[in-house]
């Protein structure tokens, strides 16, 4: 990883704290309270205890030494009562603060309009750490306690110490000093490799999932490549371990010194003490306050700097949260944005560059082209010509690196990009297979007809899949996945792979009222009849609205208005079927392939 961020710890601080008051004020104050108690019952129990001691080695003074046994009897009761106490607040802490910063973390990652942070690693392990972190935000809280805790029994046990030696609560505190350097340091390190270890457990969960998931196990098992892969999972994990173990190490080393320095300071001063307590100088009440005092310093020291690494650890991390929600739109929004105007006149690409990032290669070098309102055009061109990525630019995923997009004359960054999708259908060559119901998997493509299963089922009639889908076992509330049981508890289904697209088209066809329809490679897995519905589709939708169809089968683009051949980034050839055919280029010598093969010709 190339450069550990630096979030801003008082903004990260500033959050978490907005963030657990709007989630759990009244559990988070009453976490604080315990957690005060738990830090003023201890320094309470050691004086009480040198007093009483103090009381019983001097006669007559037994009402005074029962004040104290009751005063000792409970604060035992609130040390017991409290963690338990402390657990169940901190818990809920964590479920509410939880809910709500995963929802606040999602409802930002939302926001991104477009697809280039999903492809950016840098940002994926950030979103990872901020996932980490917005799972359990009351470990912040625990931080941010633990150093007042900390802080509390400190000046508690420190002032106790100070009347039986002054000299030795500066020894036990100078010997602390170290510790809160050094623990400082090694927060920080822990913090920076973290960040550096979150790549190598992408990569480790990349393996895991192509060991674990339907979709990989068929090839995976055939062949025969899951010891190659589970060894390159452990090999990741191996790298994460060996980075960690690196890491225990040296606090290991480091946490021993600092632990060695404070027994001897304990050691030497409890020597000191007891002489002091034999020869009549202190009472045994000072060697009783002594030895809670320089244990509870010790332990308060330790608690503290903990607390404080702890924090500035939790607050690094927090700060990836904090950067993926605030990390502000991906794509510009306009300033003042227009209205997108219902399509009548068609979409203009005006000299249209794009490649994926500043050192990958231009995919579009210069585009342009026309889809007429009305028009039913075809795309196509050989693998990696770029159709899919100029599907993608009309979406808007990504901005043309030069030149434009034209809605009716209306540039299409000037326009709120959800406006722009509302207005197309689409079916992506890689379309998704929701783990489901098949009325879900469906209706995601009009949310509206959630509630309207009539409209769902006339999309599914019109895709073919109709009587695929009445007939699973709960019909349209059947789950279309294996991974998951139905709400009745029953198993759903797997569907073949030209159902599947058949479902992906009922999805687009609940949007058939868009302007534009975008069809990417949507016959590919169809049967010849699924095929034919396709193409019966855009005849009828053409003349009100349009579409962009992308076929490798040029028999299904034929009587398409326009057909428009993309090679080497730019629109190489344009025109109808036949125009195409006289002309004698790349669609002529494709199609002519393809129509031999048909023809059962044998191809030259
Ligand atoms: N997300 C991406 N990041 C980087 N490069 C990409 C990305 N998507 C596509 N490319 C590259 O852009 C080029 C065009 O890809 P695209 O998918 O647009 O081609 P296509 O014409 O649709 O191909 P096919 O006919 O195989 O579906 C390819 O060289 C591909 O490697």
Redesign the pocket.
């Known amino acids: 990883m190339s450069e550990q961020p630096a979030p801003g710890m008082r903004a990260a601080a500033v959050h978490a704290a907005a963030l657990l008051r709007r989630a759990a004020p009244a559990h988070a104050a009453g976490y604080l309270a315990v957690s005060l108690a738990g830090a003023l019952v201890p320094v309470a129990v050691a004086w009480m205890t040198k007093l009483t001691l103090d009381r019983l080695a001097s006669p007559g003074a037994v009402g005074a030494v029962l004040g104290l046994a009751a005063g000792l009897a409970a604060a035992g009761l609130v040390g017991s009562a409290t963690p338990q106490s402390g657990q169940y607040l901190r818990a809920e802490i964590d479920r509410r603060g939880g809910l709500l910063a995963k929802d606040e973390l999602f409802a930002a990652v939302e926001r991104y309009a477009g697809?280039a942070r999903f492809?950016d690693p840098a940002f994926l392990d950030r979103l990872r750490l901020a996932q980490q972190s917005a799972q359990s935000p009351g470990y912040l809280l625990d931080a941010m306690f633990s150093v007042g805790q900390g802080a509390l029994a400190l000046i508690g046990f420190a002032g106790s110490l100070t009347v039986v030696s002054p000299w030795l609560t500066v020894a036990v505190l100078l010997a602390s000093l170290p510790a809160f350097v050094v623990e400082l340091r090694l927060a920080r390190q822990r913090a920076a490799m973290a960040w550096d270890v979150e790549p190598v457990h992408r990569l480790e969960f990349a393996y895991t999932m192509l060991l674990s998931t339907v979709e990989a196990a068929k090839e995976i098992r055939l062949l025969a490549a899951g010891p190659w892969l589970r060894g390159r999972m452990t090999g990741q994990l191996r790298r994460a371990n060996a980075a960690k173990r690196a890491m225990d190490r040296r606090e290991l080393g480091q946490q021993t010194a600092l632990a060695l320095l404070a027994a001897v300071v304990s050691g030497g001063g409890l020597v000191w003490v007891i002489l002091g307590a034999a020869g009549g100088r202190l009472t045994v009440g000072d060697v009783s306050m002594f030895v809670a005092a320089v244990a509870g310093v010790q332990s308060a020291v330790d608690g503290l700097v903990r607390g404080i690494a702890m924090t500035h650890q939790r607050l690094l991390v927090f700060g990836h949260y904090l950067a993926v929600v605030g990390a502000g739109p991906d794509l510009p929004e306009p300033a003042a944005p227009r209205e997108l105007p219902r399509l009548s006149r068609g979409i203009e690409l005006r000299d249209v560059w794009f490649r994926?990032?500043d050192d990958?290669?231009w995919?579009l070098r210069g585009v342009d082209l026309v889809i007429p309102h009305g028009q039913a055009v075809a795309l196509v061109?050989?693998?990696?010509?770029?159709?899919?990525?100029?599907v993608?630019l009309l979406c808007r995923f990504y901005d043309p690196s030069r030149g434009a997009i034209l809605w009716d004359g209306v540039d299409i960054r000037d326009v709120p990009v959800t406006e722009l999708r509302q207005r197309i259908g689409a079916v992506f060559?890689d379309f998704m297979t929701y783990d489901l119901s098949a009325l879900d998997n469906i209706a995601i493509g009009d949310l509206s007809a959630l509630d309207d299963p009539e409209r769902v089922e006339a999309a599914a009639r019109r895709a073919g899949v109709h009587d695929v889908l009445a007939a699973l076992p709960e019909g349209y509330r059947t789950p279309l996945t294996r991974t998951f049981f139905s709400e009745t508890e029953r198993e759903g289904v797997a569907l073949s792979g030209g159902q599947w697209q058949r479902v992906a088209l009922a999805r687009a066809f609940l949007r058939a009222d868009r302007d534009l329809m975008i069809l990417?490679?949507p016959s590919a897995g169809l049967d010849a009849e699924a095929e034919h519905d396709v193409h019966a589709m855009l005849r009828r939708i053409r003349g009100s609205r349009s579409s962009l169809l992308?076929s490798?089968r040029l028999g299904a683009v034929r009587d398409a208005d326009l057909i428009v051949v993309?090679a080497d980034g730019v629109v190489a050839e344009r025109g109808g079927h036949d125009e195409l055919l006289a002309a004698e280029g790349t669609y002529a010598h494709l199609f002519g392939l393809q129509a031999a093969g048909y023809a059962g010709e044998p191809v030259t």
């Open positions: 697809l492809e994926y990032g990958h290669p995919v061109g050989r693998n990696g010509s770029g159709k899919s990525t100029l993608k060559q990417d490679e992308i490798h993309l």
